[in-house]
């Protein structure tokens, strides 16, 4: 490469620089989609991410899937016991989907109550496996539990939590 084709090229290089630059100072501190707002990744604080933030803390109230996970793959239950939880786990899983689309359905949702509602149903469900399980199965469910509970982030996984 010569002297002339190095200039040139500094030049389209700094040229280029000009273009993209306004593009860039353009989007505000933070920078693109999830930047310049404040809070955590954004901080969206519209009604619309709010309702999403309860709606997912209302859900940890009844997270059925890790539970049985835990029973099915994790704690040695034999198939007859796990058969007798297939009621009590799909009872709570069509209430958690109908309070769930009476939510979607309304314009204001009282999602303390539906947690209050979700944890009633899952203290329920959580006696029943109790009830259901031997000693050895139910503690090797609580373990499976624990150890679930120990690689989930704790209270709100966003702003405001």
């Known amino acids: 490469m010569n002297r002339a084709q190095a200039i040139s ?3 389209v290089a700094v040229a280029l620089s000009f273009l993209v630059a306004p593009a860039a100072f353009a989007q505000g501190p933070g920078g693109g989609r999830m ?3 404040g809070g955590r990744w954004g901080g969206d604080d519209s009604p619309q991410m709010e ?3 309860d709606r997912f803390d209302a859900l940890r109230q009844l997270d059925l899937e890790p539970m049985w996970a835990v029973l099915s793959f994790d704690a040695g239950i034999d198939a007859a016991t796990l058969d007798s939880l297939r009621g009590p786990f799909g009872d709570a899983w069509k ?3 109908s309070v ?3 939510a ?3 314009d204001k949702v009282d999602w303390d109550g539906v947690k209050r509602e979700f944890s009633n149903t899952h203290k329920q469900l959580a006696d029943r496996i109790k009830a259901t399980l031997s000693a050895d199965q139910y503690t ?3 373990r ?3 150890a679930l509970a120990s690689l989930r982030p704790q209270g709100r996984t966003t702003r405001g939590g």
């Open 9 to 11: 090229g500094l030049v």
């Open 35 to 37: 930047g310049g707002r």
């Open 51 to 53: 309702a999403m933030r």
């Open 95 to 97: 209430e958690r989907a």
């Open 100 to 102: 769930l689309h009476d």
């Open 104 to 106: 979607d359905q309304s």
């Open 140 to 142: 090797a469910y609580t």
């Open 144 to 146: 499976g539990m624990d």
